[in-house]
């Protein structure tokens, strides 16, 4: 099971900081990372990092604003937005990917969280 939390309504140029953690049971993971879906648009990558390596990866509309991190020890991932703008309202998508492939695309998605909004007024 995946928990994510800490989306919320931020005014242009504000930060939130969401939370996903992986609980209920052990799965192996290869990744975890965050996707976001805007009303009417297709479920998009936004960032990823490896769960052993450390590798991080982001979509070319998020580097420099957004952080992505982990704690092995709590299973749970992070994303840090910084400098946020009106176009990354979406509901954010928490993602733990098992085996090597495309991250950034969502058919290689083994689990998704339930997601949380994020809402950026202009």
């Known amino acids: 099971q995946l928990q994510a939390s800490g989306g919320g309504l931020v005014q242009a140029g504000g930060s939130l900081r969401l939370s996903c953690a992986a609980s209920g049971g052990t799965f192996s993971t290869y990744r975890m990372g965050w996707f976001r879906q805007a009303p009417g648009q297709e479920r998009e990558f936004v960032a990823t990092i490896s769960w052993v390596t450390g590798r991080i990866y982001y979509a070319d509309s998020v580097t420099g604003r957004f952080t992505i991190s982990r704690d092995n020890a709590k299973n749970t991932v992070y994303l840090q937005m910084n400098s946020l703008k009106p176009e990354d309202t979406a509901v954010y998508y928490c993602?733990?990917?098992?085996?090597?492939?495309?991250?950034?695309?969502?058919?290689?998605?083994?689990?998704w969280g339930k997601g949380t909004l994020v809402t950026v007024s202009s």
């Open positions: 993602a733990v990917i098992r085996r090597v492939g495309d991250y950034s695309d969502s058919k290689s998605v083994d689990y």
